[in-house]
Structure formats: structure tokens, C-alpha cells
């Protein structure tokens, strides 16, 4: 039964995706100014997650401008998700005129000192756009991003297929490890682009740094992983022209990861990110719960967890 339901569901997904990503890109954002009617004004789609989390984040702005914000956050959050299903049939050189490159010097100085380049992006821009980079300025070198699975193995299978096409290494999220170990200890130079601005799973608080406000929970994982190879890591500052085009600066954070202090790649990233979002405030994913955890609740229930496991022990 499961599969059958597993089959419809890949057959309305398949077709959606055909449709949409057969559009010009004209008609595409008529499309997606639907969608945002839907989306903002009918559903209500996390409307009062957004407010929450722009009242929070620009306190020093005015009702106004935070309504304004939230308004284009919600146009662009529909123009991303449409242009992510129109990359399923953009060939590099659509994708090389959609996304223009500045600095790219800082990425190629690192693969030419023989350092793998760990490429920390966020929810600010394109990133199904950017894995054409392997084809079109890297093509010496071994191309890599993360994935995770989705339940339905139809849907994972074509997206899985999808991205492949940019000839890259698409690596299980929860088994990134041994695959870039292994490239490491062969030798090889690779590049991989991760979105490092998720929230953790509440057993991976490890690092809290302030952004926006708040005092935040970064995903250390990219750290650790650029750690273990050595690795350099650089920050891809997207900025938007205007509808489908955007410019891609590489910012350099470090030369090796290894040589850094623990959570400094982190915090440079989280401090980029933040400059990021101050600059385009309405370029990002408003619609997560960013700060549902706090800090100090953490603290004091990781010491009450603590002190019954000694307790425990005592007995």
C-alpha cells in the first residue's frame, strides 16, 4: 500500500516538475506571484513564525519595514523554490548567465596550494544554480555535495539523478565522513558547497554564537568535516540583481580549517551570513523556526541531565 501511495505521490511530483521547469522564465514568475497570493494572503503559510522571527531580529525598524520585509520574503521564498525546479532543465551555459562570479581567485589560489575548498553557503541565493561551477571553472578537480534522503524512493531517485548530471559526488548528509576521508587520504582536491545556516537537532547545541540578535545555534558539522581534511573555507556571499539573476562573491575565511580554534570557522561564517541578511534582509528562509531553542533552558536542562546521571551512578 505504502508503495502504491509512494507512486502517486512521484507521479503528481514528476509531473509538477515537468510542467514548471518547461516554462519560460517569464511566464515562471507569474507563476510564482500565485503562489505568493496563496501562499501569504490564503494559506497564511508561517505567518506569525515570520513576524516572530523579524520582530526579534530588526527591533531598531519600524512596523512598516518590517511588514515591507516580510512581504518580499514571501515573494522571494515562492521565486526560489520555482527557479530550484526550473534548474532540472537549465544547462550550464542558462545557469552561467543566470549567475555571475566575482572573485573566484580566492577559491582557485586554494586548489593551487593544494587545499580541498569547503564551500559554506546559506538559504540567501541559487544553490541548485551553483554545482554548474564543477563543469564550467573547476574542472580539474572532484565536485561534491551533500544530500538527504527523502522517504519516497521515487522522488529520491530522481532527485538523486538530477543532481548528478553536474558530474559531482553526491554524499549521503549522515555518511559525509568516510567519502571525504577517503578522498583525502587519496589525495584528491575536491570542492563541496554545504548550507551551513540550518538549526541543529537538539542533541548537536554545541556551538552558540550571537546573530541577529539572538544568542544562536550553529551547525558545527562543516567545521569539523573541513577540520578533518585540512581543508580551506570560503563563504558564497550571493546578492540578487533583480528576478532570476544573481552575483556570487567568494569570501575567503580560511586557509585550513585545522590551524583554526574550535567554532572560529563558525563564528566567521555566522558573522558573513549576518552581513548577509542586514544587507537583503527579505533573502532568506523566514519561515524556520530559528531560535526555538534557548540558550540558557539548554544549559540548565544538560546540568539537570547531568547531575541525575551522576546521582545514577552514586546508586
Known amino acids: ?10 507521479f503528481f511530483f514528476y509531473l509538477f516538475v515537468q510542467l514548471v521547469s ?3 522564465f517569464r ?3 507569474w507563476l510564482s506571484d500565485v503562489f505568493y497570493f496563496l501562499c501569504y494572503y490564503v494559506v497564511r503559510y508561517r505567518r506569525k513564525v515570520v ?30 523554490i520555482l527557479e530550484s525546479v526550473k534548474a532540472f532543465r537549465m544547462s550550464v551555459e542558462d545557469l552561467n548567465e543566470r549567475v555571475k ?31 554548474n561551477i564543477y563543469l564550467e571553472y573547476f574542472k580539474d578537480i572532484a565536485g561534491a555535495e551533500l544530500y538527504r534522503h527523502v522517504k519516497n524512493k521515487y522522488i529520491d ?7 548528478k548530471r553536474f558530474k559531482t559526488l553526491v554524499i549521503p548528509k549522515d555518511k559525509a565522513l568516510f567519502p571525504l576521508a ?10 563541496i558547497g554545504l548550507l551551513a545556516d540550518q538549526t541543529p537537532s537538539r542533541g548537536n547545541l554545541h556551538f552558540w554564537t550571537d546573530f541577529l540578535n539572538h544568542d544562536t545555534a550553529f551547525l558545527q558539522g562543516p567545521e569539523r568535516l573541513a577540520k578533518m581534511t585540512k581543508s580551506a573555507v570560503v563563504y558564497l556571499d550571493f546578492r540578487r540583481e533583480k528576478r532570476g539573476y544573481y552575483i556570487c562573491r567568494f569570501i575567503d575565511i580560511c586557509a585550513d580549517a585545522s590551524l583554526e580554534p574550535d567554532g572560529e570557522v563558525t563564528k566567521r561564517y555566522a558573522n558573513l551570513l549576518e552581513q548577509s541578511i542586514r544587507r537583503a534582509p ?15 533552558q539548554i544549559m540548565r536542562e544538560d546540568a539537570a541531565r547531568e547531575a541525575a546521571k551522576q546521582e545514577k551512578t552514586k546508586v
Open 1 to 10: 500500500m505504502k508503495d502504491f501511495a509512494d507512486r502517486i505521490a512521484y
Open 51 to 80: 513576524y516572530s522571527n523579524l520582530k526579534s531580529a530588526f527591533p531598531e525598524k519600524s512596523e512598516e519595514e518590517r511588514k515591507q520585509i516580510e512581504k518580499e520574503s514571501y515573494h522571494w521564498f515562492c521565486d526560489i
Open 22 to 24: 518547461l516554462l519560460p
Open 157 to 163: 531517485e530522481f532527485l538523486l539523478k538530477g543532481r
Open 282 to 296: 527579505a533573502i532568506w528562509f523566514w519561515t524556520h523556526r530559528r531560535w526555538k531553542y534557548d540558550h540558557q
Open 101 to 131: 562570479y566575482e572573485d573566484m581567485d580566492i577559491m582557485r589560489q586554494h586548489i593551487n596550494n593544494g587545499k580541498s575548498v569547503y564551500m559554506d553557503m546559506a538559504h540567501t541565493g541559487p544553490w541548485e544554480w551553483v554545482p
Open 182 to 191: 577517503r578522498l583525502n587520504r587519496d589525495g584528491k582536491i575536491f570542492a
Open 27 to 29: 511566464m515562471l514568475y
